[in-house]
């Protein structure tokens, strides 16, 4: 029996689709005049202003999955550190009298519909309390204080010192150019921001574990957003709370005791949100599929997966910190570019979930995604349609779904990269992301397949965790191409169903999510660059 919840996500899912004769509804042309802004802020409330990196953490390329340091103490200074090599911005960039800024994680359409909120001890520099973070300033936006007997509860409770970090998705800034698609678009970029914090927690030597027993209602009483008067459609909404913690602590409670959900309900909060466009489209879908995909409190096994080795690869030559500020989204592909044969299969292998290391061991649970490769331009490699699973248990059931003349042939020996089909697939590729060049004129692109319906039947909620897994998977290949001297960018566009009919999947047992393709990126010599943060000092 399906929850009525899910079936209204479901339904969701369905209308969202693109097809080839019927695109997901949207607007049909851009309205400059009600572009929301990029940046949120709360006025009226104290800033705290962050110190900026003047020197990054040593780590080198694989130091963003496994951490190689001691954690460092906690400060206002190392918490200033991993937001800007997350959350803050990597560029401006300027063309045509525009200028626009660029941040280290990734969104569709750089609209950046996620938002970032810290709950933080008193430290030096800071006292403890509730804020919102700035990208544009890099600064701390002061919307409440907390009691010190809260945190010592908090403390007591994780049994680590450490800090709280909420995300938040404002739906607008999407909706705005995607329509009623743009709830999937909001989704993948909180797992985007998640991998993104995730791997700079690392260079600190810390980890972020995410409290996912927790439900939505009480991220709301944590972050004050019941008590927050937003403006209409800009409002945020609920995605996940995490604990920044030293990486070597060991499993957390994944949620926070009623006490303290009491504590943070009884606390006020400051501070006005700014509007973001003049005027709105209310994609009423939108808000019911939020609605429907609410996640209530649960009690979930943490999942644990192997310890497999990483693939025997040479390191990139670049630090972390420099492949995390070098990340772009490519806008166009040489043709003629392609990748190594171990390049390609080193990249893949981090996508695969293991047992310590970031990102996916956040806690959001088991892996649900897998990969159907379109390989292009490959050194040692066939061209063709190619299968990569991320979890062994599915490959058996993912076979037995697809079409039956594919070969399943075993790429390399004790890894889950299967062969489906040799040829020229280039076209292909492109067709099923709404005809864009950029899928087919790579090395490879890919679509993320999820395991989908039957568990969207009995937990609604994981349809946006699963949307999450994509950008995070998103993530990995983004820094992974940039290490690799190659862009990637992620495709949100595609034809949902002639996806499935390549595969021949015939049900939504299986679902494709996201899309994203990797090459040699064309630089455009029209746009300049600037630093980061050079408004800041620009007097």
């Known amino acids: 029996m399906t929850d009525p919840s899910a079936a209204e996500v479901l339904r969701y899912h369905e209308q969202t689709k693109h097809h080839e004769q019927r695109y997901a509804r949207s607007l049909g042309y851009m309205d400059w005049e009600n572009q929301p802004d990029p940046f949120r802020s709360y006025g009226g409330v104290p800033r705290i202003s962050l110190p900026l990196l003047g020197e990054d953490p040593p780590a080198g390329h694989h130091g963003l999955f496994e951490a190689c340091r001691p954690a460092v103490p906690f400060s206002l200074e190392a918490v200033a550190g991993v937001l800007e090599l997350s959350m803050g911005l990597s560029a401006w960039k300027e063309a045509g009298g525009s200028r626009w800024a660029l941040r280290m994680n990734p969104s569709s359409g750089n609209l950046h519909p996620t938002e970032a909120h810290l709950v933080l001890p008193a430290m030096q520099g800071c006292s403890g309390g509730i804020f919102h973070y700035s990208p544009l300033h890099h600064c701390l936006e002061r919307r409440a204080e907390i009691p010190s007997g809260l945190w010592a509860r908090i403390h007591t409770h994780l049994g680590v010192e450490g800090c709280l970090i909420g995300l938040t998705t404002i739906f607008w800034r999407e909706s705005w150019k995607y329509g009623e698609r743009a709830f999937r678009y909001c989704n993948h970029d909180v797992g985007h921001a998640l991998a993104a914090l995730r791997f700079a927690a690392n260079l600190f030597g810390w980890r972020l574990t995410c409290l996912s027993d927790l439900s939505d209602g009480g991220i709301e009483t944590v972050l004050g957003l019941k008590q927050t008067r937003f403006p209409s459609l800009d409002a945020e909404h609920p995605d996940l709370l995490g604990?920044?913690?030293?990486?070597?602590?060991?499993?957390?409670?994944?949620?926070?005791?009623?006490?303290?959900?009491?504590?943070?309900?009884?606390?006020?909060?400051?501070?006005?949100?700014?509007?973001?466009?003049?005027?709105?489209?209310?994609?009423?879908?939108?808000?019911?599929?939020?609605?429907?995909?609410?996640?209530?409190?649960?009690?979930?096994?943490?999942?644990?997966?192997?310890?497999?080795?990483?693939?025997?690869?040479?390191?990139?030559?670049?630090?972390?910190?420099?492949?995390?500020?070098?990340?772009?989204?490519?806008?166009?592909?040489?043709?003629?570019?392609?990748?190594?044969?171990?390049?390609?299969?080193?990249?893949?292998?981090?996508?695969?979930?293991?047992?310590?290391?970031?990102?996916?061991?956040?806690?959001?649970?088991?892996?649900?995604?897998?990969?159907?490769?379109?390989?292009?331009?490959?050194?040692?490699?066939d061209p063709g349609l190619y299968f990569f699973g991320r979890d062994d248990r599915d490959v058996p059931d993912v076979r037995a779904h697809t079409r039956p003349d594919f070969l399943w042939e075993a790429v390399e020996y004790g890894f889950p990269l299967y062969c489906l089909a040799r040829g020229n697939f280039r076209q292909t590729a492109a067709m099923l992301s709404c005809h864009q060049d950029i899928a087919g004129a790579g090395a490879?692109?890919?679509?993320?397949?999820?395991?989908?319906?039957?568990?969207?039947?009995?937990?609604?909620?994981?349809?946006?965790?699963?949307?999450?897994?994509?950008?995070?998977?998103?993530?990995?290949?983004?820094?992974?191409?940039?290490?690799?001297?190659?862009?990637?960018?992620?495709?949100?566009?595609?034809?949902?169903?002639?996806?499935?009919?390549?595969?021949?999947?015939?049900?939504?047992?299986?679902?494709?999510?996201?899309?994203?393709?990797?090459?040699?990126?064309?630089?455009?010599?029209?746009?300049?660059?600037?630093?980061?943060?050079?408004?800041?000092?620009?007097?």
């Open 444 to 539: 490879f692109s890919l679509g993320m397949i999820a395991r989908f319906g039957e568990d969207l039947r009995r937990r609604p909620f994981r349809y946006r965790q699963l949307f999450w897994e994509s950008g995070m998977i998103g993530q990995i290949l983004y820094l992974e191409a940039e290490a690799r001297g190659v862009r990637g960018t992620g495709i949100g566009c595609f034809f949902d169903d002639a996806v499935h009919e390549v595969l021949g999947l015939a049900s939504d047992r299986f679902q494709s999510l996201y899309h994203f393709t990797v090459g040699l990126p064309l630089e455009d010599s029209r746009i300049t660059t600037r630093p980061p943060y050079f408004h800041l000092s620009a007097g």
């Open 243 to 381: 604990y920044f913690h030293p990486n070597t602590a060991g499993e957390l409670p994944r949620t926070l005791p009623e006490d303290v959900l009491a504590a943070f309900a009884a606390v006020s909060f400051q501070g006005a949100p700014n509007a973001l466009s003049r005027e709105h489209v209310d994609w009423e879908i939108i808000g019911q599929v939020s609605e429907q995909s609410r996640k209530p409190v649960t009690q979930n096994p943490v999942f644990r997966w192997t310890r497999r080795a990483w693939l025997p690869v040479e390191e990139s030559e670049l630090s972390a910190a420099q492949i995390i500020r070098r990340r772009r989204s490519a806008t166009a592909f040489d043709p003629q570019g392609g990748l190594p044969r171990r390049h390609f299969l080193a990249m893949l292998d981090r996508t695969l979930p293991r047992d310590g290391a970031a990102p996916f061991d956040v806690g959001l649970g088991e892996p649900a995604l897998h990969l159907l490769l379109f390989v292009h331009r490959v050194a040692g490699l």
